[in-house]
């Protein structure tokens, strides 16, 4: 089954810890996006990549970092330069990442910081 | 500036009861892409239709509808003969083709429904 899978589901941090979430896709999709949600608010864009060894940053881009070494993959690196980290990550793609493009969404990651 | 608001925060109906959750947008484009996500409890968002800005046809599937209006700027869902299995928060979202054509969608606040037995 094609889909996206993010790992872990819930993770825990001490305070001034980097943690690294996963994000892997076999859609075969040129684009990929990382979002962070809020209790009680809609999602904000950290990062998207629209195709391999390049990324850019969205709207809430700081205290986090990512990569896309391969089409599949776009890891989420959230540095402890990172105020308030505690929300749920989804992470998306899409075929061409343009804008007519729906997204697929991942099942999530609830990061906490202890 | 581009915007999506969500003005019903929750909503609360009884199984059978029609409800409509509306969506309105700010875009400065003429050319962009509305679309409607549903988020269960199991966190995962479900992509459930996308509306282009010259097609103002409204569509209709199964008990899902949604209303495109352009002369208001609002783009509202409605679910007929809601059932408990329709619970979730649904999230309203633009995207813009001026602007790189990055594919970078902007949320609404989403709104939370819930349908009771």
Same mark, same amino acid.
């Given at each position: 089954d094609g889909g996206i899978t993010q790992s872990p589901k819930y993770l825990f941090r001490k305070e001034g810890q980097n943690v690294t979430l996963s994000c892997e896709q076999? *859609?075969?999709?040129d684009a990929m996006y990382w979002y962070r949600q809020d209790p009680g608010q809609g999602l904000r864009l950290i990062y998207y990549s629209q195709i391999v060894n390049d990324f850019q940053k969205g709207d809430i881009a700081e205290g986090y970092s990512v990569s896309r070494e391969k089409k599949e993959s776009f890891p989420l690196t959230v540095t402890s330069a990172q105020k308030n980290p505690t929300a749920f990550y989804l992470c998306a793609s899409s075929?061409?990442? *343009?804008?007519y493009n729906e997204q697929f969404f991942g099942p999530g990651t609830r990061l906490t910081v202890l | 500036a581009q915007k999506v608001t969500q003005a019903q925060t929750e909503i609360s109906v009884v199984e059978k009861e029609d409800v409509t959750l509306d969506c309105v947008y700010e875009t400065r484009d003429t050319t962009y892409y509305l679309f409607w996500y549903k988020q269960p409890p199991s966190g995962e968002l479900v992509f459930l239709i996308r509306r282009n800005s010259f097609d103002e046809q409204n569509e209709i599937s199964g008990r899902y509808s949604w209303n495109f209006q352009k002369s208001t700027s609002s783009f509202n869902f409605t679910i007929t +003969?809601?059932?408990?299995?329709?619970s979730a928060v649904y999230f309203c979202a633009l995207s813009e +083709?001026?602007? !790189?054509?990055? !594919?970078k969608l902007i949320f609404g606040q989403g709104t939370t429904l819930q349908v009771k037995p």
């Open positions: 076999n *859609l075969n999709h075929k061409e990442g *343009l804008s | +003969a809601s059932q408990v299995v329709d +083709a001026r602007s !790189g054509n990055t !594919g």
